[in-house]
């Protein structure tokens, strides 16, 4: 198992705490559940998770995915740099983030999924891996290979005219010999 | 339309089926939930919560009852083989086993969210009663003891309300009662199995995705431990005591004749009833892969092809193959644990069965390292075994069969291979080069209904498939001798051509056979005109049944899908294509 970056599992992990956090504290709210306050932080913190973990990373080797849209999320989670970047400070992130949901039974799933996304994250960053954002490709005009020829500046050298002019009476001999043989 | 009736119609009805049989599970237990007068009190405490919670859960029995057996891959393939009598089309439902395991997974994770989210509501509110929150009714009935003080059986209680005092928290009981714990473990052991299935994670790290799948033997025991604690629970004295009368006297219960004492009672666990059988299935499914790993494998042939392309020739007591058949292999020196599935390339008429492993990750080439550092001569790893004991071996289970079985099926066989996915019909094609041979007849009057049989290969750059094309050198040569050279129209297709291909074909334009692969077929440049070539096929065929077979790219099967249904014809006696899709 040596090639797996953790951070990618981590990241999903992450994004489906985000939405059972939200979801959990929804019905809180909504149901009036007491302790209600908790179910609202939850909301709150579900959909801070689920913004920065929208975007995935771009991967160390191989082809990176992006989610649909992800492009507006990349540019916000990129300006907070080494923030974002590391992936001990989003480890300790979650880690705290998950506590408050565990008052409350509500979010209570929640708060142990992100606290097993932040375990992850943790074994990611022991292992050196961090967000890359994964930028648009701008498609650099390739420059044409080296093979193509300019025009020539020169006609093609040809016999003189008197040898150029067609003999009608000699066809045979006017003929020369194609170097390629030539086929219908 | 019409066409599209073909292809799919037997594929449709049974989701259809499949989701009509959930919508009428989800409904009749709602109903039975929120009408049944036995649930009445309770539903006083609940609502429409208690119903939104049960319905889910028999939906959920019912799926976690499919999930396993989709994945049962010996099981299918014992009724693929039964199935001979009964027609392609109920045969290729069986291919897309791994598309309806991913929905009936979908239909679990949904219900049981919903399912999760109504239960905490009732807690929630059950709590509540406890607490007296509510009216006089509900404290009532929250307030009701349990009369049968020293019987141990807990069934044999009769209060209503589950939450049996006034100071604990939802999520305390929650953790301290059976349902509630097993259910929080087995929700998180859904979670974790979806997030590791997500295709990002299972096309790049398939370990990840199939050790952590290994969470559903959590999943399924908890599951059926799950409904064992009675804490759904029904009125059972109505006769005695009137609900409607009564329900408004709750200070006088057990005080007047009319109305004793409500007496409740939950329900057994019924989950077990549903997965007991795929439970058991899924446990032989496991052994039997046991078995056939144990039985000893002995190596006939080691051959290291140009472009690491490792060919093994192995033999294997009792194994029997049909062509375009899979094995999985596993090699207990790279990792105990991985198996990986080969498609055969040899035919069923040889004496051993082989398979050509390409380099295209860390087993594969772990794989081609060990075969390469073998001492010339050995007679492969097996040799070595008195010096490393029981490493040295491979484990085989199989074969199993996908589409390529039924290529023999079809009148007319379109067969479109794209790089490695050329592989299956290899097998194919070299079970026709035996046919040839064994027999004089030739094909078209044995029980075969092969008529014609159209080849495409399309390929980057044939480096990777030299082995391939010597094969149907062979087959070219052979088909020539018998006169038969129209049974087997082949066309080669290179993707990956530039200026220096196209120059060099060109110059050598008018030679017999083609410079790349030597064959007399002139290879193609670029990707097949598909449409010119659905019309070669109708025209040469024009009252025929095609089954176009494709080993490849998912892009080039939509085409091709969609080629299918626009070429073929509603008409019974005009030409009509049916698509069979590889999928690994």
């Known amino acids: 198992m040596g090639k797996i970056e953790w951070a990618m599992w981590a990241n999903e992990q992450a994004l489906a705490s985000g939405l059972i956090l939200l979801t959990g504290g929804i019905v809180g709210v909504a149901g009036q559940f007491r ?14 998770v689920c913004l920065l973990e929208y975007p995935r990373s771009k991967r160390a080797k191989g082809t990176s995915v992006e989610r649909t849209g992800q492009y507006c999320f990349t540019v916000c989670v990129k300006s907070f740099g080494p923030l974002t970047r590391n992936y001990y400070v989003r480890a300790f992130l979650h880690a705290a983030i998950c506590v408050p949901g565990g008052f ?18 943790l074994a990611a960053a022991i292992r050196g891996e961090h ?21 020539p500046q020169n006609p ?7 040898t150029r002019r067609k003999r009608v009476e000699d066809l045979e001999g006017a003929a020369y010999d194609n170097p390629i043989p030539v086929k219908d | 339309m019409a066409n599209w009736i073909i292809n799919n119609g037997l594929t449709a009805f049974i989701l259809v089926v499949w989701m009509a049989i959930n919508i009428f599970l989800f409904l009749w237990f709602y109903f039975f939930y929120d009408l049944g007068d036995e649930y009445i009190y309770t539903r006083h405490l609940l609502g429409s919560a208690l119903a939104w919670a ?24 014992l009724i693929r083989g039964s199935f001979m009598c009964c027609g392609r089309t109920m045969r290729k439902q069986l291919d897309k086993n791994i598309s309806f395991h991913k929905l009936v997974a979908y239909m679990i994770a949904l219900m049981t969210a919903v399912h999760m989210i109504a239960h905490l509501i009732n807690v929630e509110w059950y709590n509540n009663s406890r607490r007296g929150s509510y009216d006089e009714l509900s404290t009532a009935l929250s307030n009701l003891e349990d009369d049968n003080g020293d019987d141990d059986d807990d069934n044999a209680t009769t209060y209503l309300n589950p939450i049996r005092t006034t100071d604990i928290t939802p999520t305390y009981f929650v953790f301290t009662s059976i349902a509630g714990l097993t259910g929080v473990i087995i929700t998180l052991a859904l979670i974790l199995i979806i997030t590791s299935s997500m295709e990002v994670i299972r096309r790049s790290y398939f370990e990840v995705f199939w050790y952590t799948h290994h969470l559903f033997v959590v999943f399924f025991i908890g599951l059926v431990i799950h409904g064992t604690g009675y804490i759904v629970r029904k009125q059972w004295n109505m006769e005695l005591h009137n609900v409607t009368f009564c329900r408004g006297r709750s200070s006088d219960w057990g005080r007047i004749p009319q109305c004793p004492v409500p007496q409740f009672k939950g329900g057994p666990a019924q989950t ?11 446990i032989f499914e496991r052994v039997l892969r046991f078995i056939r790993y144990t039985q000893a494998v002995t190596y006939r042939k080691i051959v290291l092809h140009p472009s690491k392309v490792l060919e093994l020739q192995l033999i294997k007591n009792g194994f029997k193959m049909e062509v375009g058949q899979y094995v999985f292999l596993n090699c207990p020196q790279i990792s105990q644990l991985e198996w990986h599935p080969f498609t055969m390339t040899s035919a069923p008429e040889e004496d051993f069965f082989a398979v050509h492993i390409r380099s295209a990750g860390d087993w594969t080439d772990k794989l081609i390292d060990i075969m390469q550092t073998l001492p010339e001569g050995a007679q492969g790893p097996n040799s070595c075994q008195k010096y490393f004991g029981m490493w040295h071996r491979m484990g085989v289970d199989g074969p199993f069969g996908t589409a390529s079985e039924d290529v023999f099926d079809y009148e007319v066989s379109m067969l479109v291979g794209a790089g490695i996915g050329v592989t299956p019909f290899a097998s194919i094609l070299k079970s026709i080069w035996y046919k040839f041979k064994i027999s004089n007849p030739n094909l078209r009057t044995r029980k075969v209904r092969t008529q014609d049989i159209y080849f495409y290969w399309i390929c980057r750059e ?10 149907l050198q062979g087959l070219e040569k052979e088909m020539e001798e018998r006169g038969m050279a129209d049974f087997l129209t082949y066309k080669l297709y290179l993707t990956g051509w530039d200026q220096g291909h196209a120059n060099h074909a060109r110059i050598h334009s008018d030679k017999d056979t083609d410079v790349v692969t030597g064959l007399k ?23 025929s049944v095609v089954g176009t077979f494709l080993c490849g790219p998912a892009v080039l099967a939509k085409i091709l899908g969609k080629k299918c249904a626009k070429y073929s014809d509603v008409d019974p006696r005009k030409t009509r294509f049916y698509f069979n899709k590889e999928n690994f």
């Open chain 2, 272 to 282: 077990w009833w549903w997965v007991i059988g795929p439970m058991v299935l899924y």
């Open chain 1, 35 to 48: 302790g209600w306050q908790f179910a609202a932080y939850a909301i709150a913190a579900g959909v801070f």
């Open chain 1, 104 to 121: 409350m039974l509500a979010t209570v799933l929640g708060c142990v999924c992100l606290g097993i996304a932040s375990i992850i994250y």
């Open chain 1, 156 to 162: 093609p050298p040809r016999p003189p005219p008197e």
């Open chain 2, 54 to 77: 049960r319905a889910p859960a028999a939906v959920l029995n019912f799926n976690c009852m499919l999930i396993l057996l989709p994945v049962c891959r010996n099981l299918l393939s």
């Open chain 1, 131 to 151: 967000w890359e954002p994964i930028v648009p490709r701008k498609d650099t005009v390739r420059p044409p290979p080296a093979d193509i020829k300019n025009p």
């Open chain 2, 462 to 471: 044939t480096h990777a498939f030299e082995w391939f094309a010597d094969l």
């Open chain 2, 521 to 543: 077929q002139k290879t193609n440049y670029g990707r097949p005109a598909w449409d010119k070539e659905f019309e070669q096929v109708r025209k040469e065929n024009p009252t």
